[in-house]
């Protein structure tokens, strides 16, 4: 069984995912990170893979993706990083990024690696769901890794029917009309969610963008299985001079 | 105007499903996905409308100049021993092509209901060409410029806060035209649905490459009337464009995509030399790969991050082709070329001697590859002079010394 969807039928309410973008702050604290992240109390773990035009992506995450691809992040180091992980690390792990550069290392290279070094599933933002689903899926299914689709505030309740049947692992519900690390009111999104949760869909939900707190993780949780806290992490970690406890303290601050 | 021709018998022109062979598509995060699908969904219903064919005709004809003249370059012909003619969209208000794309799309806009407009540019032509429509129908615009060449193109920058839009600085990445495109996506993203961005160029997902093509297309459209009015003929032997996006040649290229006896050439920038890192030549750097949720050639590293571009003109600075030219690149429908910024620089320092016309460092790349191509003295040749060079009077001046 996927590890993801072990997780959640372990526990289906206030999944903790924490996004850090690999090779930041430093080249080689990817697995410094993941370790304590899982040391912490977090529940699952979404490495980005950095890309030098993240267009879904805010400032915050712009910024740690550039100064990784500067510490010589790309994904083949990032593979190499991850051999063994496993041996320290049981967390539910999704890699995130953007096309082109799994489009460079190979789809079905880059399932595989992610296969064998022990991943659970892929974000990827910018692939279209009818490509997926004429050209990839077989070797998404073939290595076992989920896929996990976005939706929006904007997204129409037959898309979203449509998103849901063609994701595993878990829906990603964007909480605003944003790119990542935006502070938009999640008063207004309460709607939104509640109409998710109503859907009943297949796949757990969780919640991203903007939720960088105690308060926004709350709301978030009140109408889904758990949240996604990415921006807000990195911030607290960017200028770190003792990771363990900024990560620790970061974490505390959220779960209390 | 034809804007609404049927290209579905077509090879090079899309299909049904947003490719050019196997480059295009629409590699967009879900945020985009209603507003890219609602522009899908009506473009061609909304330009083919009468009355937005009407509007769009009568603004060409009062507002931009059009028909633009198509002018017979006697000296620069007897130098070049071939008949060459000069498509004149430098004389265009607001001095380029760009303009003909604009009025299109703050058409469209309006019938979509949307009350904001957003764009990215370059060298400003493309910025000030979207300031231009949204002051004339009064529309909120906001233009997101790399803050590279907000220092370079200063005057540019004046035009369009002078004509009341927005100019906000890109200051991400490498700060030049990708990254304003960028942050337009990311702008838009954040204000999906009241706000259209106009895309200067044939790239982006689809159906932008397409539909600022048939914007476009009206520059091919005249040059067939005008080249059977003078020769007896609507068919040039060549027809020569400057590619950077690649919007000017989609234009000069549309409407003899499937007349295969007309050779097609595209000119991109080899900046200091192909082979010197310091180079735009998209076709001859490139790989398949996606920049501006559109898979096309791209300028990458081995591991697909998008590369720094070069180029002495900032229209062309730009590190992937529209989707559309990649396909005419591999098919070998067009050929492409390339000029360095000493031979645009040279050419348009000749064009200003030979014929009193000055012309934009883009439009000048096209015009260095006539002393390269086989002309015979029976071959017509149209060169689209894409825009004015007014904006790099300064870069002319400096290399003058």
Avoid at chain 2, 238 to 254: K, L
Wanted: charged content about 20%; some cysteine.
């Amino acid at each position: 069984m996927n590890r993801i969807d072990q997780l959640f039928s372990n526990k289906p309410k206030e999944i903790l995912n924490i996004y850090c973008t690999a090779g930041f702050p430093a080249l080689n604290d990817t697995l410094t990170i993941m370790e304590t992240l899982q040391q912490s109390g977090v529940d699952m773990i979404e490495l980005g893979m950095p890309f030098s035009d993240p267009l879904a992506d805010g400032p915050v995450i712009q910024e740690s993706s550039t100064r990784a691809i500067a510490n010589g992040m790309r994904v083949s180091v990032l593979f190499e990083q991850l051999k063994g992980f496993r041996d320290r690390i049981s967390l539910p792990v999704i890699l995130m990024g953007y096309m082109n550069p799994v489009l460079q290392f190979g789809v079905e290279n880059f399932c595989q690696k992610c296969a064998e070094t022990g991943v659970d599933g892929i974000i990827l933002p910018d692939l279209p769901m009818d490509e997926f689903e004429t050209e990839y899926r077989p070797i998404f299914e073939k290595y076992d890794l989920h896929l996990i689709f976005l939706v929006t505030p904007e997204t129409s309740e037959a898309r979203i029917r449509k998103i849901d049947a063609v994701s595993t692992g878990f829906v990603y519900a964007v909480s605003s009309s944003s790119t990542t690390g935006k502070d938009k009111d999640m008063g207004d999104q309460q709607a939104y969610f509640a109409r998710l949760k109503e859907m009943k869909l297949k796949n757990p939900v969780l919640i991203g963008f903007g939720i960088k707190d105690k308060q926004t993780f709350a709301a978030a949780c009140a109408n889904s299985n758990g949240a996604i806290i990415g921006s807000a992490f990195v911030k607290a970690i960017e200028n770190s001079t003792n990771l363990q406890s900024s990560i620790q303290s970061f974490v505390q601050g959220i779960k209390g | 105007m034809d804007i609404a021709v049927n290209t579905s018998h077509s090879k090079y022109h899309v299909n049904d499903k947003g490719y050019y062979g196997r480059f295009g598509g629409a590699y967009i995060p879900e945020m985009l996905y209603p507003n890219v699908e609602e522009l899908k969904e009506q473009y061609l219903q909304i330009i083919s409308e009468p009355a937005f064919q009407a509007e769009f005709d009568q603004l060409l004809t009062d507002y931009v100049g059009r028909p633009s003249p198509l002018f017979f370059a006697k000296r620069l012909s007897e130098k070049y021993k071939a008949k060459i003619y000069l498509k004149r969209e430098d004389l265009n208000h607001t001095g380029a092509h760009k303009v003909n794309n604009t009025i299109g799309q703050i058409l469209l806009a309006q019938r979509l209901g949307k009350k904001k407009i957003i764009a990215e540019t370059g060298a400003g032509q493309h910025g000030v060409a979207t300031a231009t429509v949204c002051a004339l129908m009064g529309l909120e615009c906001v233009v997101y410029m790399g803050s590279i060449d907000i220092e370079r193109q200063a005057p540019n920058v004046a035009r369009m806060k002078m004509l009341g839009a927005t100019v906000v600085p890109a200051t991400s990445g490498s700060k030049t035209l990708k990254d304003a495109t960028n942050e337009a996506i990311r702008h838009w993203i954040n204000h999906p649905v009241d706000t259209h961005y106009i895309i200067g160029s044939v790239v982006g997902p689809h159906p932008y490459p397409d539909m600022v093509a048939r914007f476009q297309s009206v520059v091919s459209e005249e040059m067939r009337k005008q080249l059977l009015e003078k020769t007896g003929n609507a068919n040039p032997d060549y027809v020569i464009a400057c590619v950077g996006g690649g919007s000017n040649a989609a234009g000069a290229f549309f409407h003899y995509l499937d007349e295969e006896a007309v050779k097609l050439v595209a000119v991109e920038a080899a900046g200091k030399g192909v082979n010197s890192g310091f180079s735009a030549a998209t076709s001859q750097l490139g790989k398949m790969g996606i920049i501006h949720a559109s898979k096309t050639l791209l300028m990458q590293t081995e591991d697909g991050q998008i590369v720094e571009p070069h180029s002495i003109s900032a229209g062309l600075d730009y590190p992937g082709v529209g989707p559309l030219h990649a396909h005419l690149y591999e098919t070998g429908r067009a050929q492409f070329l390339n000029a360095t910024d000493d031979e645009a620089l040279a050419a348009a320092y000749e064009l200003s001697l030979l014929e009193g016309i000055i012309p934009a460092l883009e439009s000048a790349h096209a015009l260095a590859k006539l002393k390269d191509l086989p002309l015979k003295p029976e071959d017509v040749v149209v060169v689209c002079l894409s825009g004015r060079g007014d904006k790099d009077l300064e870069t002319y001046i400096k290399h003058l010394k």
